[in-house]
């Protein structure tokens, strides 16, 4: 048997270090650059809409930037299983499900702490408190997730248990971040499609960034459910998506327009 010297085992383990962290640099630049491009297009977005920009608005994108990062995770992994595509992207999955941890982390902590004129203990105590238990919860289980997504807990919880936490976890977060935003927005939404949004925005035939957002958190679960039905269905339902989104997106802003005229 060949022994390799102290030395050289120290020098391969160093070596292991400096391509995990340049591996790690590169993953989490990426997805650093997918989310500060989402930032800036909603960022430009609410400011022309509303005619302002604040801390108000910065949280409505954390949170915003938070929902499509997760539905893009819990898309990556029934699109590869479809088709070849999405394959290049699995490798991103971390990497944009904790950048979206810490946005949905900062959402909270700026509703709850910096905002109280838009968000009081009241509101969350009174008629709102269904989507403030929704979104505690999936804050909860989402620091909960962030601590055992590493190779040290999944040594010690076992790879198998470990892998249903997370396989799970992220489901139910999204479905509780889902309820959180419809049963708080849904009103307001139906409200927009109906007699457009308030005087006091610049643009208000424009459709809110979270409308725009929730329909395309309507195509992740819808993905996903058809997905759970039978592969056939999920590859239709990719299709049906990728024809009806678009034209959601462009009938919505057509009807902003009406409200011109």
């Given at each position: 048997?060949?022994i390799?010297?102290?030395?050289?085992?120290?020098?391969?383990?160093?070596?292991?270090?400096?391509?995990n962290?340049?591996?790690q640099?590169?993953?989490?630049?990426?997805?650093?650059?997918?989310?500060?491009?989402?930032f800036?297009?909603?960022?430009v977005?609410?400011?022309?809409?509303?005619?302002?920009?604040?801390?108000?608005?910065?949280?409505?994108?954390?949170?915003?930037?938070?929902?499509?990062?997760?539905?893009?995770?819990?898309?990556?992994?029934?699109?590869?299983?479809?088709f070849?595509?999405?394959d290049?992207?699995?490798?991103?999955?971390k990497?944009?499900?904790?950048v979206?941890?810490?946005?949905?982390?900062?959402h909270?902590?700026?509703?709850?702490?910096?905002?109280?004129?838009?968000?009081?203990?009241?509101?969350?105590?009174?008629?709102?408190?269904?989507?403030f238990?929704?979104?505690?919860?999936?804050?909860?289980?989402l620091?909960?997730?962030f601590?055992?997504?590493?190779?040290?807990a999944?040594?010690a919880?076992?790879?198998e248990?470990?892998w249903?936490?997370?396989?799970?976890?992220?489901?139910?977060?999204?479905?509780?971040?889902?309820?959180?935003?419809?049963?708080?927005k849904?009103g307001?939404?139906?409200?927009?499609?109906?007699?457009?949004?308030?005087k006091?925005?610049?643009?208000?035939?424009?459709?809110g960034?979270?409308?725009?957002?929730?329909?395309?958190?309507?195509?992740?679960?819808?993905?996903?459910?058809?997905?759970?039905?039978?592969?056939?269905?999920?590859?239709?339902?990719?299709?049906?998506?990728?024809?009806?989104?678009p034209?959601?997106?462009?009938?919505?802003?057509?009807?902003?327009?009406?409200?011109?005229?």
């Amino acid at each position: 048997m060949k022994i390799i010297p102290r030395e050289s085992v120290t020098s391969l383990n160093s070596q292991k270090q400096k391509i995990n962290w340049k591996y790690q640099f590169q993953q989490y630049g990426t997805t650093f650059v997918v989310a500060t491009i989402l930032f800036v297009a909603l960022s430009v977005y609410l400011f022309y809409r509303r005619g302002y920009y604040d801390l108000y608005i910065i949280n409505k994108v954390f949170a915003n930037i938070a929902a499509v990062l997760f539905g893009i995770v819990l898309l990556i992994g029934p699109g590869s299983r479809l088709f070849s595509f999405p394959d290049r992207y699995a490798q991103y999955r971390k990497e944009l499900g904790i950048v979206a941890f810490f946005l949905a982390l900062a959402h909270g902590i700026v509703s709850f702490f910096f905002l109280p004129s838009k968000f009081s203990i009241q509101q969350f105590l009174g008629a709102g408190w269904y989507p403030f238990i929704f979104g505690l919860v999936a804050t909860v289980a989402l620091v909960a997730i962030f601590f055992i997504s590493n190779d040290r807990a999944a040594n010690a919880i076992g790879m198998e248990k470990w892998w249903r936490l997370q396989f799970w976890g992220m489901r139910i977060v999204f479905a509780l971040i889902f309820l959180h935003v419809f049963i708080m927005k849904w009103g307001g939404w139906i409200k927009w499609y109906k007699i457009e949004g308030g005087k006091d925005l610049a643009h208000p035939e424009w459709p809110g960034a979270g409308l725009l957002v929730a329909w395309f958190m309507v195509f992740v679960v819808f993905a996903r459910l058809a997905e759970f039905c039978s592969p056939k269905f999920g590859r239709l339902a990719w299709y049906l998506s990728a024809v009806l989104l678009p034209i959601i997106y462009i009938a919505t802003f057509w009807r902003g327009r009406q409200f011109i005229n």
